[in-house]
């Protein structure tokens, strides 16, 4: 134990200066440099970590100060108010939001009693709901609003010149006008053709003879 004692203090008396107060002296130094390159590394790292959570200058420079004028407890201040999230990080979130929204999205449902769907349905089979119409070529399911089959190319529905399609009316509610009624009938008996009748010709005509 002595020893060691001995040891000590001759590294002490040994040390450049010649004294402990010289000694004391290397220490502090070393302890302020030490405390001061800390600190510098503490306002760059606030200053980046800022950077990378918002970009709104005043909370940056707020962040900053903090940190800069009360050191390590002014760290712990700003590690306990800093945004959660990085920029980064939010974005990424918002992309997987984006991402499970459009997955909803894509799963159809029934409009009546909201019942998952699959697309080649063309009735609910809960609900009994009609959601599409068969093709009448190839009977395969097709949308309200599309005008022609994709699968087999035919056209849907008939449409006048120069009158817009009404999308989302099924092709049965769309039906031609009734025409008008033949001067022909089809009886039970027969055939019986309606014979239009002839003006009666001006006694001048009918006084001439032949």
């Not at 909201?114 to 080649?120: F, G, N, S």
């Amino acid at each position: 134990m002595v020893g060691l004692l001995n040891v000590g203090a001759w590294l002490l008396i040994s040390w450049p200066g010649g004294s402990w107060q010289a000694t004391v002296k290397v220490v502090l130094a070393a302890v302020i440099t030490y405390l001061l390159v800390l600190w510098v590394l503490m306002v760059w790292w606030t200053y980046r970590d800022i950077r990378a959570r918002t970009r709104d200058p005043f909370l940056q420079a707020a962040a900053v100060f903090v940190v800069l004028v009360f050191n390590l407890p002014g760290l712990w201040v700003y590690l306990i108010g800093r945004p959660r999230e990085t920029l980064a990080e939010a974005y990424a979130r918002s992309l997987e939001e984006e991402a499970l929204l459009q997955e909803l999205e894509d799963l159809k449902a029934c409009p009546s009693c909201h019942r998952r769907v699959a697309d080649e349905f063309i009735i609910c089979p809960v609900c009994q709901t009609q959601l599409k119409e068969p093709c009448a070529s190839c009977s395969r399911p097709l949308s309200y609003s599309w005008t022609a089959c994709p699968y087999c190319a035919r056209p849907r529905r008939a449409f006048q010149p120069g009158t817009p399609a009404t999308p989302g009316v099924p092709a049965a509610a769309e039906q031609t006008a009734p025409q008008a009624p033949t001067q022909r009938r089809t009886a039970h008996a027969g055939l019986r053709v309606a014979t239009p009748t002839t003006a009666p010709r001006p006694e001048s005509e009918a006084a001439d003879p032949a």
